[in-house]
């Protein structure tokens, strides 16, 4: 069962608000945007609100020496800001807008009103259980795995097979997170 809170957040024109991660891992879907109040915004210019994403990332160390004498501390942890736009309305066309977004988990995230309408943005919390997708595309990934399994096998040209060579340069993929979360949330809205 997947844990939903629901959520929505008024912004004034100008106004810049925190929206903090009530639950855990989760991620924020965000549903929709209305106009609260025009105040003198002009009808023909769209309304828009944009988020600030926060999330912290590591530093890799370039230098080998600093590495061997660091090992055991903390890896150096910098805040990456992605800013998107997360709301555009056209108040001449219409007052509300529905919106699919969808954001991995976070720290915190920023909201920013740079119109001169009040703008009420609504959505959920939802918990999304990777693991559970992971198991439902075994299968596909199965059948795939033994067809690149005999490639990677096969020695490269610098003499190391592929699978070594991605071994060395294996990192984290967040479009992948994302991609699986897209997933996740389209076999529920389909159901």
Not at 36 to 52: E, G, I, K, T, W
Not at 113 to 137: F, H, P, R
Request: one cysteine or more.
């Amino acid at each position: 069962m997947t844990d939903c809170i629901f959520w929505q957040q008024t912004l004034k024109p100008g106004e810049k608000i925190a929206l903090e991660n009530e639950i855990g891992e989760s991620c924020i879907e965000v549903q929709s945007a209305s106009i609260f109040d025009l105040n003198d915004q002009d009808p023909n210019s769209a309304c828009r609100v944009f988020a600030y994403i926060h999330c912290p990332t590591e530093v890799p160390d370039s230098d080998t020496e600093q590495n061997d004498q660091k090992q055991d501390k903390a890896p150096i942890q910098e805040e990456k800001i992605n800013k998107i736009l997360f709301a555009s309305i056209l108040p001449s066309q219409r007052e509300t807008c529905d919106i699919s977004y969808i954001i991995c988990p976070f720290d915190f995230l920023e909201l920013e009103n740079t119109s001169k309408a009040t703008i009420t943005i609504k959505g959920v919390y939802q918990m999304v259980d990777l693991d559970s997708d992971e198991e439902e595309d075994a299968n596909e990934e199965e059948e795939q795995h033994a067809e690149e399994e005999e490639e990677e096998q096969k020695p490269s040209k610098k003499g190391k097979s592929k699978k070594d060579a991605e071994d060395e340069d294996e990192e984290i993929d967040t479009n992948e997170i994302v991609s699986k979360v897209m997933n996740h949330m389209k076999k529920h809205q389909k159901k």
